[in-house]
């Protein structure tokens, strides 16, 4: 494995990147093929479908373990936490077309408000030019939102929403109401860890395949960690 510590923003915001993560990707996503077709996601803002994993998915299940403990040693060092518990882990598909996107899904978000959430990605069969991107909002240069700041943003967002074009379809680089502060490839069997109050958003190519079948489409485990 090769890795690298990343720092993004004003806030200087780590993101670990882990190459080479798990030494065979398609073993990984064979899990997520078993567990196709995945079934739509309720009350979520993901643009496309996910299988949350269970413990009675055995070998699914395993494996999310498997990268926790194998990650644990570059999480505590780079976002200075003792420890950690699995959240809730899961395989997910991009599906939905730019011209589909609900508008919340056409700009940049985050996970949780809480400081001690983490997401892990990692990448499985994704396109070239595809990745994850990070951002400032520039209204309120809000990089990472809290309890305290997210009403704000909330609120001057819909403002700007207003403003935003229809057709705007998936976040690409810099806007009138985002700075991109950076951005890692996707690349297969790469592992991906940042704060899930960091603003983010999907880098999705032009022409991306968006089937709904884990072995076509543009495939991802993702993990949400709770430190301690």
Same mark, same amino acid.
């Given at each position: ?9 004003? !806030? ?7 190459? #080479?993560? !798990? ?12 567990? #196709? ?27 999310? $373990? ?70 400032? $909002? ?72 968006? !089937? ?17």
């Amino acid at each position: 494995m090769k890795h690298q510590l990343l720092r993004f923003g004003h !806030s200087q915001s780590p993101v670990v990147v882990i190459d #080479a993560f !798990s030494g065979n990707s398609e073993a990984v996503a064979a899990l997520a093929d078993a567990l #196709a077709p995945f079934p739509p996601i309720k009350g979520h803002y993901f643009p496309g479908i996910r299988r949350i994993v269970t413990e009675a998915d055995t070998q699914a299940y395993a494996y999310l $373990h498997e990268a926790c403990r194998v990650a644990a040693p570059f999480i505590g060092g780079a976002f200075e936490i003792s420890g950690f518990e699995l959240a809730e882990g899961s395989f997910s598909i991009v599906t939905a077309k730019p011209d589909a996107l609900m508008p919340i899904q056409r700009v940049p978000h985050y996970d949780s408000p809480e400081q001690n959430i983490f997401a892990m990605l990692h990448y499985l069969r994704v396109p070239g030019g595809s990745g994850t991107a990070f951002y400032r $909002h520039r209204a309120t240069a809000i990089e990472r939102v809290t309890r305290a700041n997210a009403d704000r943003l909330a609120r001057i967002t819909k403002v700007e929403g207003m403003k935003r074009t229809e057709d705007s379809g998936y976040m690409h680089g810099s806007d009138d109401f985002y700075e991109q502060i950076g951005a890692v490839e996707a690349v297969p069997d790469r592992m991906i860890i940042y704060h899930g109050s960091l603003l983010h958003s999907g880098i999705i190519p032009s022409g991306m395949n968006f !089937s709904a079948d884990p072995r076509q489409g543009r495939l991802t485990a993702n993990l949400f960690l709770r430190g301690r």
